[in-house]
């Protein structure tokens, strides 16, 4: 009978000693998460003020894009001189360099 306890009480004490390392395993798991939560929020958190960011320079394009109904009027009149055409040619380039940064902005994560 005190033999059988004995095992008993072994068997027990080896089974809290297998509980405790799972349970330290398990801490030392939620700890690692915890840490990954944190960066991948600040992450967000950064990329969200980028897209804000990205936003507000995309609406402000688009004001500058409206902007393209003077060059219809450009196109359309019957002035043909060298300034009206050099003047449409700098409005041009302007937009294609505003569309190119657009669309690289687009383009990152």
Avoid: F, W
Wanted: hydrophobic share 35%.
């Amino acid at each position: 009978m005190k033999q059988e306890l004995r095992t008993q009480y072994l068997t027990l004490k080896l089974k809290i000693g297998q509980m405790l390392a799972r349970l330290d395993e398990t801490e030392k798991t939620i700890i690692q998460l915890e840490n990954d939560l944190k960066v991948a929020n600040l992450a967000l958190e950064e990329k969200s003020k980028l897209l804000v960011d990205v936003s507000a320079k995309a609406k402000e394009y688009e004001k500058s894009l409206k902007k393209s109904d003077k060059i219809g009027k450009l196109v359309t009149s019957k002035d043909n001189t060298e300034a009206s055409k050099a003047e449409l040619k700098k409005k041009l380039d302007s937009y294609i360099v505003i569309i190119d940064h657009c669309i690289e902005q687009l383009r990152k994560p």
